[in-house]
């Protein structure tokens, strides 16, 4: 019966057993570094599969070693995270920028090209840009807009086309709105893909995994800062990767040596934030379409980034309804003016907090250009339409109507 079950029907109860645990209806935090085996012959078989020395026989049930390795309460969240996006298995960091380096990192190495889109976030922008360069990594972007042709001669004309591995896709782009054609990025991976696989890597971090799931769009892995919808509260830090399993034991082989895996606490908290994701994310859906609504039409704006603003029968829009099932929770708006305008509206809002991140129960406001991009060269900004005018607002689940008012009496003071 559960396998026809939907993921919000589940994420109470898959992958726990009550049994296992004293019968406690939720599962306990398992706050422990190693576990015990029954005898010496079953921890040679656990560390013989961890270590990749010998595949899992059929009909094997594999324990726990040791929580860098694996943990209940993380094992138990990597199965729940997977009904939403279908996937095979789940790797969760204790940071978004942890799951994306750690993707980075174990699908490139030196003389390897990344073909990636951009605008990306800026910790992801900064890492390809000044990270992978110094690892003999190159490097190769692309814009929103451009065509499968012309992408595919990008990638010849760099002169690394051999070397092509991962094609690194981050849609909506942070803070812009932009959206690319996952499907055009796995055709042009394919073209690549002669003599090695080219793995196609989708930040779903803006859509969560309700609004878009990239697998069933040609993508090899997708990738959350967990930390946002998915944790959902603004109180805890995590990153997600999941994909098909061959992928994912590659993941997770790296995130053991690293020991860059989320701990018990986080795993917990992030089992308690899916039990509400859909409510949370819907009605943050429900509020951010009002907001948007209402600045499109303010005097002191000049325009609004939103997926649900996007204009019917344009090419954006055609790719929008082929991607999403909903147009999210995030909107950045230029205000008319600059950085003076766009200071002035966020240091009167009240309700609404001055803060990064986004995804969270409350509703957050902060400035791109000087905040989650400011180690964007200036050059680059400008090409990505990132200006001192443009602010980011990420919508909670407030009532609208506090929110517009909010908004409204803050741009009454610029």
């Known amino acids: 019966m559960k396998e026809n079950m939907r993921p919000e029907s589940l994420m109470m109860s898959y992958g726990y057993k009550p049994e296992l645990s004293e019968g406690s209806i939720k ?36 324990g726990l070693i040791y929580s860098r390795i694996n943990n209940p309460d993380l094992e138990i969240l990597e199965n729940r995270l997977c009904l939403w996006d279908k996937a095979e298995d789940c790797a969760i960091f204790e940071s978004g920028m942890s799951a994306i380096t750690t993707v980075l990192l174990e699908f490139l190495k030196p003389g390897d090209l990344i073909l990636y889109s951009h605008p990306v976030y800026g910790g992801t922008d900064h890492f390809i840009h000044h990270f992978l360069p110094s690892l003999g990594i190159h490097t190769l972007g692309f814009q929103a807009g451009q065509s499968e042709e012309e992408i595919m001669a990008l990638v010849n004309d760099s002169g690394h086309a051999e070397n092509l591995k991962l094609v690194y896709v981050e849609s909506p782009a942070n803070p812009t709105n932009t959206i690319i054609d996952i499907e055009a990025c796995r055709r042009v991976a394919d073209a690549f893909s002669a003599n090695h696989e080219v793995v196609v890597a989708v930040d779903n971090t803006y859509m969560g995994p309700l609004w878009q799931h990239p697998l069933s769009l040609g993508a090899d892995l997708v990738m959350y800062s967990a930390t946002k919808y998915i944790g959902g509260h603004s109180d805890l830090i995590a990153g997600a990767v999941l994909g098909s399993k061959a992928l994912i034991t590659r993941v997770k082989t790296l995130r053991t040596f690293l020991g860059n895996m989320a701990g018990p606490w986080t795993g917990w908290l992030l089992m308690r934030s899916l039990e509400t994701l859909k409510l949370r994310m819907e009605q943050q859906q429900r509020n951010a379409i009002e907001v948007a609504n209402y600045l499109k039409n303010h005097p002191k704006v000049a325009k609004v980034n939103y997926l649900g603003l996007l204009e019917e029968g344009s090419p954006e829009y055609a790719l929008y309804k082929r991607h999403f099932t909903g147009s999210g929770a995030m909107i950045s708006f230029y205000i008319k003016g600059g950085e003076e305008e766009a200071f002035r509206f966020l240091d009167h809002l009240e309700l609404i907090k001055l803060a990064v991140s986004l995804g969270g129960t409350e509703s957050l406001a902060q400035h791109p250009k000087t905040m989650t991009h400011a ?15 443009l602010i980011r607002l990420s919508i909670g689940v407030e009532h609208h109507e506090d929110l517009i008012n909010d908004v409204a009496q803050s741009l009454e003071k610029v």
């Open 27 to 62: 599962c306990p935090i398992f706050q422990t570094s190693t576990f015990v085996f029954k005898n010496a012959q079953e921890g040679k078989a656990f560390f013989e599969v961890a270590y990749g020395k010998r595949e899992q026989l059929p009909n094997e049930e594999l």
């Open 375 to 389: 180690g964007v060269s200036e050059e680059h900004l400008a090409d990505l339409n990132i200006s001192d005018a």
